[in-house]
């Protein structure tokens, strides 16, 4: 009785143990990335970004519910319950493959407490739904291939159909499992009493969809892709905005790279344990489990190298993959304990130690991998959010860009209400989308006239009241003549060109800047914004006169960010600005080992030897920059202007030119062209 009372609740006492530590380190407020754009979604029941999610904004609206924590948190939670139910899962599967309740809790336990897995417990994101989703269909397969009973693989096409509703990343699973099932018994599929049948239970689950155009037709908050006609409701489902830069866009030296960077990725989740996995795949009886847990990872690594170019470090690629492999370490594990419990020459206290060593790999992971998932004290996400609109005043204007600038402050703005008196304009026109007081907007012509054409009328109607703008590349600003930007706090102000500025000195002590300071591990992300925050900070102090201060903040953005290309960019380009040549070099030359626009490289390394008045260098790297990105006008316009500086003014009225070609509305060149009599190029 005891030994089956014990059985009974160990997966029980598992599962909560797990999901205890998890508590203890999932963000206490809403996280960076892509988290406030899904809380904010699942509490508004909005559409997030393509394919819309709308399971996920289902879901996640019940836990919005939950009367615990802020509503940021309660979505975090969703994310640790679903992580929680998938090590679960994954503890079944290995029992039932092993029989070994040892086996299953060490292997399982290992999965929970690896880096990659972990990671996805501590904010909101369709990941932990997604694996949920994965180890469920392997669990269901595990079922239906004992069982070989027809309502078992209904069961499985359903919740196959349902998990569609929160990632398409679904698909990859096909061809292993369709394999898996042909293999096993070519009548449960190929009838055509079942073949309609298993039609309608996959095709039933995907009416979640329908969501995407009743809420857009409803008016929620957050529409991304404003899904509710035909052609955009297949647009926004299927991506296809995203298609053609991400799908088999790169080269083959690119994709060996993420290749290479995949399976280091893998091997580090895993490291030794690694080994005994392969061995638990090669120890499996049945070929066609080899061939589906095998498939499982050879598809995951086709979407993770081929279908896709993010960072590793934003993305968490090879979760599935992680699955799998948890599973066969378990089968692994039991494979070396059969062998030590048969074998009569290995004694008692060394059978005993293999034991406790078992048992140990999961507490071996959490003591390991706790510091570096504890993001328990990481506020970043939420105080950025207000540290933004409490730059700025009740009836401003304020343009945002950036994923990590737009979605915490959707949060702030959708779920709890910050800066109501603000109007808020998001660049890429997907969350807070452009609509002015005047009249309706009527425009003719390409994408980048069309936003400059609502900055320009927003400014004119604002700029009294205040117009900011919240980016982590001011370069990419175009402002109306007449108009330039200056640093305000975090943010860049909209000023005229000829009046005083005004001094904002004072902005920075009304921040929030607690978790800036604080001693946490800091991905990519956190990274991007603390480093960014301070190299504001350290830049306003430094144009204040505080001089040394300023050079401290610098110096500790440029740590912070080490491998943020872009923060290296900013710094390189300020002391540029500054003078301080020997600072600007060594940033220049961090931001080459990490960059992901080489041609924005280029441009800062022309600037800076335009600064430094040696105009041959700086032509040669404008050239360059053209060369990887021809169709960026701002950088003819650098080169016009570093060629018509070396006295060569037929070769800068032609990089003027050309200049024009790609972005006509241009009156500054213009104007230059004409007070300096350059004639320009047909």
Same mark, same amino acid.
């Given at each position: 009785?005891? %030994?089956?009372?014990?059985?009974?609740?160990?997966?029980?006492? #598992?599962?909560?143990?797990?999901?205890?530590?998890?508590?203890? &380190?999932?963000?206490?407020?809403?996280?960076?990335?892509?988290?406030?754009?899904?809380?904010?979604?699942?509490?508004?029941?909005?559409?997030?970004?393509?394919?819309?999610?709308?399971?996920? %904004?289902?879901?996640?609206?019940?836990?919005?519910?939950?009367?615990?924590?802020?509503?940021?948190?309660?979505?975090?939670?969703?994310?640790?319950?679903?992580?929680?139910?998938?090590?679960? *899962?994954?503890?079944?599967?290995?029992?039932?493959?092993?029989?070994?309740?040892?086996?299953?809790? %060490?292997?399982?336990?290992?999965?929970?407490?690896?880096?990659?897995?972990?990671?996805?417990?501590?904010?909101?994101?369709?990941?932990? /739904?997604?694996?949920?989703?994965?180890?469920?269909?392997?669990?269901?397969?595990?079922?239906?291939?004992?069982?070989?009973?027809?309502?078992?693989?209904?069961?499985?096409?359903?919740?196959?159909?349902?998990?569609?509703?929160?990632?398409?990343?679904?698909?990859?699973?096909?061809?292993? !499992? /369709?394999?898996?099932?042909?293999?096993?018994?070519?009548?449960?599929?190929?009838?055509?009493?079942?073949?309609?049948?298993? &039609? #309608?239970? #996959?095709?039933?689950? *995907?009416?979640?969809?329908?969501?995407?155009?009743?809420?857009?037709?409803?008016?929620?908050?957050?529409?991304?892709?404003?899904?509710?006609?035909?052609?955009?409701?297949?647009?926004?489902?299927?991506?296809?905005?995203?298609?053609?830069?991400?799908?088999?866009?790169?080269?083959?030296?690119?994709?060996?790279?993420?290749?290479?960077?995949? +399976?280091?990725?893998?091997?580090?989740?895993?490291? !030794?344990?690694?080994?005994?996995?392969?061995?638990?795949?090669?120890?499996?009886?049945?070929?066609?489990?080899?061939?589906?847990?095998?498939?499982?990872?050879?598809?995951?690594?086709?979407?993770?190298?081929?279908?896709?170019?993010?960072?590793?470090?934003?993305?968490?690629?090879?979760?599935?993959?992680?699955?799998?492999? %948890?599973?066969?370490?378990?089968?692994? +594990?039991?494979?070396?304990?059969?062998?030590?419990?048969?074998?009569?020459?290995?004694?008692? @206290?060394?059978?005993?130690?293999?034991?406790?060593? *078992?048992?140990?790999?999961?507490?071996?992971? /959490?003591?390991?991998?706790?510091?570096?998932?504890?993001?328990?004290?990481?506020?970043?996400?939420?105080?950025?959010?207000?540290?933004?609109?409490?730059?700025?005043?009740?009836?401003?204007?304020?343009?945002?860009?950036?994923?990590?600038? =737009?979605?915490?402050?959707?949060?702030?703005?959708?779920?709890?209400?910050?800066?109501?008196?603000?109007?808020?304009?998001?660049?890429?026109?997907?969350?807070?989308?452009?609509?002015?007081?005047?009249?309706?907007?009527?425009?003719?012509?390409?994408?980048?006239?069309?936003?400059?054409?609502?900055?320009?009328?927003?400014?004119?109607?604002? =700029?009294?009241?205040?117009?900011?703008?919240?980016?982590?590349?001011?370069? &990419?600003?175009?402002?109306?003549?007449?108009?330039?930007?200056?640093?305000?706090?975090?943010?860049?102000?909209? !000023?005229? @060109?000829?009046?005083?500025?005004?001094?904002?000195?004072?902005?920075?002590?009304?921040?929030?800047?607690?978790?800036?300071?604080?001693?946490?591990?800091?991905?990519?992300?956190?990274?991007?914004?603390?480093?960014?925050?301070?190299?504001?900070?350290?830049?306003?102090?430094?144009?204040?006169?505080?001089?040394?201060?300023?050079?401290?903040?610098?110096?500790?953005?440029?740590?912070?960010?080490?491998?943020?290309?872009?923060?290296?960019?900013?710094?390189?380009?300020?002391?540029?600005?500054?003078?301080? #040549?020997?600072?600007?070099?060594?940033?220049?030359?961090?931001?080459?080992?990490?960059?992901?626009?080489?041609?924005?490289?280029?441009?800062?390394?022309?600037?800076?030897?335009?600064?430094?008045?040696?105009?041959?260098?700086?032509?040669?790297?404008?050239?360059?920059?053209?060369?990887?990105?021809? @169709?960026?006008?701002?950088?003819?316009?650098?080169?016009?202007?570093?060629?018509?500086?070396?006295?060569?003014?037929?070769?800068?009225?032609?990089?003027?030119?050309?200049?024009?070609?790609?972005?006509?509305?241009?009156?500054?060149?213009?104007?230059?062209?004409?007070?300096?009599?350059?004639? *320009?190029?047909?």
């Amino acid at each position: 009785m005891n %030994s089956r009372i014990m059985q009974r609740c160990l997966p029980l006492a #598992f599962t909560l143990a797990v999901f205890s530590v998890y508590l203890l &380190t999932t963000t206490p407020v809403v996280y960076l990335g892509d988290s406030g754009e899904f809380t904010a979604a699942a509490f508004s029941l909005g559409i997030p970004h393509n394919s819309g999610y709308p399971l996920y %904004s289902l879901i996640g609206k019940i836990f919005c519910m939950i009367p615990m924590g802020n509503v940021g948190f309660r979505m975090n939670l969703m994310s640790a319950f679903f992580c929680s139910l998938t090590v679960l *899962l994954i503890y079944h599967v290995i029992l039932k493959a092993t029989h070994s309740a040892v086996c299953a809790v %060490s292997a399982a336990g290992y999965l929970a407490f690896t880096p990659l897995f972990w990671s996805q417990t501590v904010s909101a994101e369709v990941y932990p /739904l997604h694996m949920f989703f994965v180890a469920l269909i392997i669990s269901l397969l595990w079922q239906w291939d004992q069982s070989r009973s027809f309502h078992h693989l209904l069961l499985l096409v359903f919740v196959t159909g349902v998990s569609f509703g929160n990632h398409m990343q679904t698909i990859m699973l096909a061809v292993p !499992v /369709l394999y898996f099932i042909i293999s096993g018994d070519k009548k449960a599929i190929f009838t055509w009493r079942h073949f309609a049948a298993i &039609t #309608f239970f #996959f095709i039933l689950p *995907l009416t979640l969809y329908f969501y995407l155009p009743i809420r857009t037709q409803a008016g929620t908050a957050i529409h991304w892709g404003d899904p509710d006609n035909l052609e955009r409701f297949l647009s926004h489902v299927t991506a296809s905005a995203h298609r053609g830069s991400y799908v088999l866009s790169a080269h083959g030296s690119q994709y060996v790279e993420r290749f290479t960077e995949a +399976l280091k990725l893998i091997a580090h989740q895993y490291g !030794v344990l690694l080994l005994i996995s392969i061995w638990g795949w090669v120890r499996l009886r049945s070929v066609r489990w080899k061939i589906l847990l095998a498939g499982i990872i050879v598809f995951d690594l086709i979407y993770t190298v081929f279908l896709n170019i993010i960072s590793f470090e934003i993305t968490p690629f090879t979760l599935p993959s992680s699955v799998v492999l %948890s599973i066969l370490l378990g089968i692994g +594990l039991n494979d070396m304990l059969g062998w030590v419990k048969k074998e009569k020459r290995v004694g008692l @206290k060394v059978k005993g130690a293999f034991l406790t060593g *078992l048992c140990a790999i999961p507490v071996i992971g /959490l003591i390991t991998n706790f510091s570096y998932c504890d993001q328990s004290r990481n506020y970043t996400a939420y105080e950025h959010a207000v540290n933004i609109l409490r730059t700025t005043p009740s009836d401003s204007a304020l343009f945002l860009d950036g994923d990590n600038n =737009v979605f915490p402050v959707a949060y702030g703005r959708l779920v709890e209400g910050m800066g109501e008196g603000v109007a808020l304009f998001d660049r890429h026109n997907v969350i807070f989308q452009w609509r002015l007081e005047t009249s309706p907007i009527v425009f003719v012509g390409t994408w980048d006239e069309f936003q400059s054409d609502i900055i320009r009328r927003v400014i004119d109607a604002k =700029v009294k009241q205040g117009v900011y703008f919240a980016v982590f590349n001011p370069s &990419t600003l175009l402002v109306p003549e007449g108009y330039r930007t200056i640093p305000y706090g975090m943010l860049r102000k909209v !000023v005229p @060109k000829n009046p005083s500025p005004g001094d904002s000195k004072d902005i920075w002590r009304y921040y929030c800047e607690e978790s800036f300071h604080d001693n946490f591990n800091r991905d990519y992300m956190n990274r991007e914004v603390t480093s960014h925050y301070f190299f504001r900070k350290g830049e306003g102090l430094w144009l204040s006169g505080k001089r040394r201060t300023g050079m401290r903040f610098l110096t500790l953005a440029s740590q912070i960010g080490y491998n943020d290309t872009s923060i290296h960019s900013d710094l390189g380009v300020f002391f540029t600005e500054q003078g301080l #040549f020997e600072h600007a070099r060594k940033e220049l030359e961090k931001a080459l080992n990490y960059y992901d626009d080489l041609s924005g490289i280029h441009n800062n390394w022309g600037y800076y030897h335009h600064k430094r008045g040696d105009y041959d260098k700086a032509i040669a790297s404008f050239k360059e920059a053209i060369k990887l990105s021809p @169709k960026n006008h701002s950088y003819y316009n650098n080169l016009g202007f570093t060629l018509f500086r070396a006295g060569r003014k037929g070769e800068a009225a032609a990089a003027f030119s050309k200049s024009l070609l790609i972005r006509d509305n241009q009156p500054q060149i213009r104007k230059f062209l004409q007070d300096k009599k350059l004639r *320009l190029f047909s």
